[in-house]
């Protein structure tokens, strides 16, 4: 379970987070979503110990991520921007990953098989596509089949079939018992992946409920979405 309680996280005198709290069960999806800037890029890093919280917690499992004893089995993380060493083909790359946490090989190959990649697996991960790039990323985040699983805009990159994946995956992880938390901007693709909406603005919550109780009243996810989130948008372009 991931908890996060009166997180706040200022940059100067902006405060990007804002008393932020929420709970992230485990056995079902729950979506992150918000206009740009609203904060949860921020607040996921926060929750990987890869920024530090101005005040406030966030915890997995009860812990911070720094003191989590197995990380990689523990928790399965998927950045906007996860580097992959340049030069390392998408084999070595998974392999240096799996073998500095005892993970073995085999493991390594059913995770490339399992996002697709195995025919490929022998070339530099720096010739890969974005999408290619963004697979390895979700293989590295399954390596070591952790309980918690924190990804952020998953989808960018993947063709239509690779979403359908992706979605198929995460629901399957989560129907395993699993925590996901996913970030993302595609309002109907999140309307079919998740169960639970987190939705934030300005770095302040603005829903926290399940999908059936955010949509009711309104024709669609997008709908709802908009109008919660209409006076917490910083980034809109307007009619030409
Ligand atoms: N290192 C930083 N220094 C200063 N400001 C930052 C830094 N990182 C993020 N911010 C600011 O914090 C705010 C929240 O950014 P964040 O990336 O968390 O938003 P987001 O909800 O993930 O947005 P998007 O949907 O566009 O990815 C933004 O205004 C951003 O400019």
């Not at 890029?41 to 812990?63: C, F, N, V, Y």
């Not at 003191?67 to 998408?90: F, I, M, S």
């Not at 999408?131 to 990804?151: F, N, W, Y």
């Not at 939705?199 to 919660?228: F, I, K, N, W």
């Amino acid at each position: 379970m991931i908890e996060i309680e009166e997180l706040t996280k200022k940059y100067g005198s902006a405060v990007v987070v804002d008393r932020l709290t929420f709970s992230v069960r485990p056995g079902r999806v729950t979506g992150f979503l918000g206009p740009n800037g609203a904060g949860k890029s921020t607040t996921m890093r926060i929750l990987l110990g890869l920024a530090k919280a101005s005040s406030g917690t966030a915890t997995i499992d009860g812990q911070p991520y720094c003191e989590l004893r197995d990380p990689l089995r523990q928790v399965g993380a998927l950045l906007e921007a996860t580097p992959v060493q340049r030069g390392r083909t998408a084999y070595r790359f998974l392999l240096a990953l799996a073998q500095t946490h005892g993970i073995t090989l085999s493991r390594v190959e059913e995770v490339l098989d399992a996002v697709g990649l195995s025919s490929v697996a022998g070339r530099p991960a720096a010739e890969f596509s974005l999408g290619m790039r963004q697979r390895l990323g979700i293989a590295a985040v399954l390596l070591g089949e952790p309980s918690t699983l924190i990804l952020d805009e998953p989808t960018n990159g993947l063709d239509p079939a690779g979403v359908h994946w992706l979605r198929n995956l995460l629901r399957a992880q989560a129907a395993e018992g699993r925590t996901v938390l996913v970030s993302s901007h595609l309002i109907s693709e999140m309307a079919l992946t998740a169960d639970q909406l987190v939705v934030v603005g300005r770095g302040r919550l603005l829903a926290d409920l399940p999908m059936a109780e955010l949509t009711s009243g309104h024709a669609s996810l997008e709908e709802a979405y908009l109008q919660l989130t209409g006076d917490a948008v910083e980034f809109s372009g307007g009619p030409r």
